[in-house]
């Protein structure tokens, strides 16, 4: 089992563009879809994690010309940033000699650092796509191993985490993804860093999972200055592990919340930093509410990241509040707010919120099996419905 929703998305990309950059953290199913493509397109695959691969590719104009019509395949291309600098021109001849579009396909483990690396030289040549775990629609699409909703929050997205033959097993194997990153995949990317302190660092964002970031507190608590909270904080969000959910901000004369929330962005790990390591441990636990908040979250970002919404919360100082706010163009247009009740209300909060961005289609969603509407025209959805309406971007009820 390995995430399927890009799968089209890439091909699309490969077919209108020179080159594209799929993102994604260690271990999510990249390499396993793109060696599936290479298959299908004639393609040659190098991982650059290997000596012998990385050396053949240092010369990436040597390399290129021995597989002049092929699409070429680089896994774990931010360990080479020197090869980017000539791509812009083996690119644009390869377009004057006819191959216009499916030149390479880059794929990194690292967002930003990979986007520093190509913005520049490739700007106009490249698209990007990110993958991200298996989500609630791909875990009912793909039968042969089927699991369910609870499975799939409990462990998280990480195929081999989800498909383990049981709940210890599963929570061994992110504790070892966990301290991988840790003691290897960090100094790989050159970050001075103790990995006790990252560790603890990233457990503190687990114990606050879902909250406005509070550096200074942070700072305090790991006994470092802000500028380091700060500089861990991008660590991690670089490395696609957390995720800094910015506030949405716009001149609307309401005193608004300036500070990003930040959640760890695969439930099975922020389990695994918790040390809770099946369904009756979580439901038990604190961070049961705010788990499920970014379990639906996550969800509905990945589900429609090839839809061009950009997702945002909303607060203001005196509390109306927005958990997920959907923007397209400019346009705040989907408000949504979670629950983990059986019969959730819309507070008051979430009312004036919605007035204040004037936004038309308003969703709670609620751990229950079927959508309903309450007044206000506010629908109580579970998630996997609102999943599906969302993917059609044209229909945003249930009628």
């Not at 390995?2 to 390499?31: D, F």
């Not at 103790?194 to 509070?214: D, K, V, Y």
């Not at 901000?249 to 390591?277: E, Q």
């Not at 979430?350 to 007035?355: G, K, M, P, R």
């Amino acid at each position: 089992m390995i995430p399927r929703r890009l799968e089209n998305h890439l091909k699309y990309l490969l077919e209108t563009n020179a080159t594209v950059a799929l993102m994604g953290p260690r271990q999510i199913g990249k390499t396993t879809l793109a060696l599936e493509i290479a298959e299908k397109k004639n393609a040659i695959y190098r991982d650059l994690e290997n000596p012998r691969d990385l050396d053949q590719v240092r010369d990436i104009e040597l390399f290129q010309d021995q597989y002049p019509d092929q699409l070429i395949i680089l896994d774990e291309v931010q360990r080479l940033p020197e090869l980017f600098a000539p791509l812009r021109g083996i690119i644009d001849r390869r377009r004057r000699k006819g191959q216009k579009t499916g030149q390479f396909l880059f794929l990194g483990s690292a967002s930003l650092e990979l986007l520093n690396q190509t913005s520049e030289s490739l700007a106009g040549r490249i698209a990007y796509a990110e993958l991200s775990g298996i989500d609630l629609l791909e875990i009912e699409t793909q039968k042969n191993q089927l699991t369910d909703e609870q499975t799939l929050w409990v462990r998280g997205g990480f195929p081999e985490s989800l498909v383990a033959s049981n709940d210890n097993i599963s929570l061994q194997w992110r504790n070892d993804l966990i301290r991988s990153y840790l003691e290897r995949d960090v100094p790989q990317f050159g970050f001075r860093i103790p990995a006790e302190t990252l560790r603890r660092f990233w457990t503190m964002l687990a114990h606050h999972q879902g909250s406005i970031l509070n550096a200074a507190s942070l700072a305090k608590g790991l006994g470092v200055s802000g500028q380091s909270i700060a500089r861990y904080l991008d660590i991690l969000v670089d490395l696609l592990l957390v995720r800094r959910l910015q506030p949405w901000h716009g001149n609307i004369g309401k005193r608004l919340v300036k500070s990003p929330k930040v959640y760890i962005r695969d439930s099975g790990l922020l389990h695994a930093l918790l040390g809770i390591s099946n369904i009756e441990n979580l439901l038990s636990h604190p961070v049961l509410g705010n788990s499920w908040e970014g379990f639906v979250i996550e969800n509905l970002i990945d589900e429609n990241n090839v839809h061009q919404y950009r997702p945002y919360f909303y607060r203001t100082q005196s509390g109306a509040e927005i958990d997920l706010v959907l923007e397209r163009g400019g346009k705040p247009e989907i408000a949504i707010e979670i629950k983990r009740a059986s019969a959730p209300k819309a507070g008051k909060g979430f009312h004036i919120a919605c007035d204040d961005l004037k936004i038309k289609h308003r969703y709670i969603v609620y751990p229950g099996n079927e959508p309903y509407q309450i007044p206000n025209g506010i629908w109580i959805t579970p998630l996997k419905e609102l999943m599906l309406t969302l993917a059609n971007r044209d229909r945003f009820s249930f009628n």
